[in-house]
T-cell receptor, first 111, second 114 residues
Framework: NAGVTQTPKFQVLKTGQSMTLQCAQD?????MYWYRQDPGMGLRLIYY???????DKGEVPNGYNVSRLNKREFSLRLESAAPSQTSVYFC??????????FGSGTRLTVV | DQQVKQNSPSLSVQEGRISILNCDYT??????FLWYKKYPAEGPTFLIS?????DKNEDGRFTVFLNKSAKHLSLHIVPSQPGDSAVYFC?????????????FGAGTILRVKS
């Protein structure tokens, strides 16, 4: 009963480096999401995937790309990391009209 | 422009008393509201929800009230327990208009003192 699994849990990047955050769910959910959490800002939607094969931008997509590899996996890529992308990143999944199940987060620091 | 606002960054309550967390929204298309609870180093977990066709929903110690005319909802925790100490996020969606995307408030840190 893993739910939503995110890797890595922690990462430090230098400005300009790239990396991919991985997310996998085992609940057979159609929809998956990437959020970032910043102090005083709550959780803001970066990208989402309503179903396998589709992805759409959320509120703060700049500097990110996503891939919905299959129904289980939804990855978030930072092509050229910037200090403004220092944040805690959460992946979530849901059925079509339901509450979200979140992963435990990835704490990313860009120096 | 925050569509979901939690104006109290923090709240401190004595164990056994009532905790009231407030949330305001601006988008009249929102039709489904949720509260999530988050402990440090963990992801948010679903707590309770309410549809716009209701004005109250209860689940054990947790009750959510919705006032559509005021665009306001609140979460009541009675009685409060030390284990309730966490960050509480209010969230809203407009399922018909925007699908199942949630818009979150900034969160309120609840501290329950024993």
């Amino acid at each position: 009963n893993a739910g939503v699994t995110q890797t890595p849990k922690f990462q430090v990047l230098k400005t300009g480096q790239s990396m991919t955050l991985q997310c996998a769910q085992d609940m057979n959910h159609n929809s998956m999401y990437w959020y970032r959490q910043d102090p005083g800002m709550g959780l803001r939607l970066i990208y989402y995937s309503a179903s396998e094969g589709t992805t759409d931008k959320g509120e703060v997509p700049n500097g990110y790309n996503v891939s919905r590899l299959n129904k289980r996996e939804f990855s978030l890529r930072l092509e050229s990391a910037a200090p403004s992308q220092t944040s805690v990143y959460f992946c979530a999944s849901s059925v079509a009209m339901g509450g979200y199940t979140f992963g435990s987060g990835t704490r990313l620091t860009v120096v | 422009d925050q569509q979901v606002k939690q104006n109290s960054p923090s709240l401190s309550v004595q164990e056994g008393r009532i905790s009231i967390l407030n949330c305001d929204y601006t988008n009249s298309m929102f039709d489904y509201f949720l509260w999530y609870k988050k402990y440090p180093a963990e992801g948010p977990t679903f707590l309770i929800s309410i549809s716009s066709i209701k004005d109250k929903n209860e689940d054990g110690r947790f009750t959510v009230f919705l006032n559509k005319s005021a665009k306001h909802l609140s979460l009541h925790i009675v009685p409060s327990q030390p284990g309730d100490s966490a960050v509480y996020f209010c969230a809203a969606s407009a399922i018909v208009e925007y699908g199942n995307k949630l818009v979150f408030g900034a969160g309120t840190i609840l501290r329950v003192k024993s």
